[in-house]
């Protein structure tokens, strides 16, 4: 059992540090460290450790993410639900609930629109945005500091508990701040800093 967690963990380790080879390192450049494949092994887990929260933690850190976004889109698509008086009277953006909602309409005609099964998608699909924080993180930290900032930043932004916990969860919050990190890591060059 010992030997068995061992080689797992070595796995694992291998994966994030990017080691081109398991075993015995006789010659320094035989257990080179690619930071690229690094990079991707620390993306890889930090994606992992965000669908195991979601897969696990059934649990509810705000009430609009269900009254107000995953309800709202349930009711477009399935046609019944309660209509809060934010989105009678306009106060509140279709913006998250229609996107939702775009989700939901594939589940709905390929008849799979069990609650088990459109929530875990729904979940999957926020967990794989989210992952947009830490590469527009690494993207602009790279650009601005090197390497070691860029794997520092990866490494805030895919393991911050914050971070992964809220993945998962239909909150604009959530989804500004990955929209904010993509654009920066995209977007953001000190060319356009000097025209501004």
């Known amino acids: 059992m010992k030997r068995t967690q061992d080689f797992l963990l070595g796995l694992v380790c291998a994966g994030v540090l990017g080691v081109k080879r398991l075993g015995s390192c006789e010659r320094e450049r035989d257990c080179a460290v690619d930071p690229k494949f690094g990079m991707i092994g620390l993306l890889v887990l930090a994606f992992v450790l965000r669908v195991w929260v979601a897969w696990v933690g059934d649990f509810l850190l705000h009430p609009d993410e269900v009254f107000q976004y995953l ?21 509140r953006s279709w913006l998250l609930a229609g996107s939702i909602a775009a989700l939901l309409w594939p589940l709905k005609a390929l008849g799979w629109d069990r609650p088990d099964v459109y929530l875990c998608w729904i979940k999957f699909v926020f967990c794989v945005f989210s992952m947009s ?4 993180m690494m993207m602009f930290a790279r650009r601005y500091g090197g390497g070691k900032a860029a794997f520092w930043a990866l490494l805030l932004g895919g393991f911050w508990y914050e971070l992964v916990v809220f993945a998962h969860k239909p909150l604009p919050g959530m989804v500004a701040t990955g929209w904010l990190f993509l654009a920066l890591g995209i977007g953001w060059d000190e060319k356009s800093v000097k025209r501004a």
């Open 71 to 91: 309800e709202q889109g349930h009711r477009v698509v399935f046609g019944y639900g309660i209509v809060p008086w934010e989105y009678r009277y306009g106060t």
């Open 133 to 136: 924080i830490p590469v527009g």
